[in-house]
């Protein structure tokens, strides 16, 4: 057992040693910069709002109808059976919490569409940063924001941008 052990610390020595006489280039990119400036980017604005107006909007207002029913006929104890009235008193307190937290609930579901439609973009990108990482030599790509200090020329995104045929923003 232990001529074992000794042999895998003595291959995994080796291996590392290999490695660490290896030339190490480290690239940085901030993502986020280069998802903003894609043309692709730029649609998503309006199909969030038209998904906002057709589907968010009207069902806003199918729950405070719903609820404004399902009172009116639980408090209208003349007509409604005790059978109706358990079951509408069950699912009174979920429509409730929908009205009282609605912004809450769009700002999740309109999240959750975002991400859907980036999901494509945030692909390109990562695909076209892993290819140029790979033409320029780069072993490691960090995002910008885990570094403190970086030169400038191991800044990715002029590279990234020219691969995906994107022009960047002129700086001030």
């Given at each position: 057992m232990k001529k074992l052990?000794?042999?895998?610390?003595?291959?995994?020595a080796l291996l590392?040693?290999?490695?660490?006489?290896?030339?190490m280039k480290i690239g940085y990119i901030r993502i986020d910069d280069m998802v903003a400036i894609m043309p692709e980017t730029q649609k998503i604005?309006?199909?969030?709002e038209k998904f906002q107006n057709d589907s968010i909007n009207p069902r806003y207002a199918q729950i405070v109808a719903l609820y404004?029913?399902?009172?009116?006929?639980?408090?209208?104890?003349?007509?409604?059976?005790?059978?109706?009235?358990?079951?509408?008193?069950?699912?009174l307190p979920s429509l409730i919490y929908q009205i009282q937290n609605w912004q809450q609930i769009v700002n999740q579901t309109m999240e959750s569409k975002q991400n859907e439609y980036l999901a494509p973009i945030y692909r390109k990108v990562f695909d076209a940063v892993k290819a140029v990482a790979k033409e320029k030599g780069y072993t490691h790509v960090l995002t910008k924001e885990a570094l403190l200090v970086a030169p400038d020329a191991d800044d990715m995104i002029a590279a990234v941008a020219a691969k995906l045929k994107v022009p960047l923003p002129k700086t001030k």
């Open positions: 052990l000794t042999a895998v610390v003595l291959a995994s590392f040693a290999g490695d660490a006489g290896a030339q604005d309006s199909l969030l404004q029913f399902k009172d009116s006929v639980y408090r209208d104890s003349l007509k409604t059976s005790a059978v109706v009235r358990k079951q509408i008193e069950e699912e």
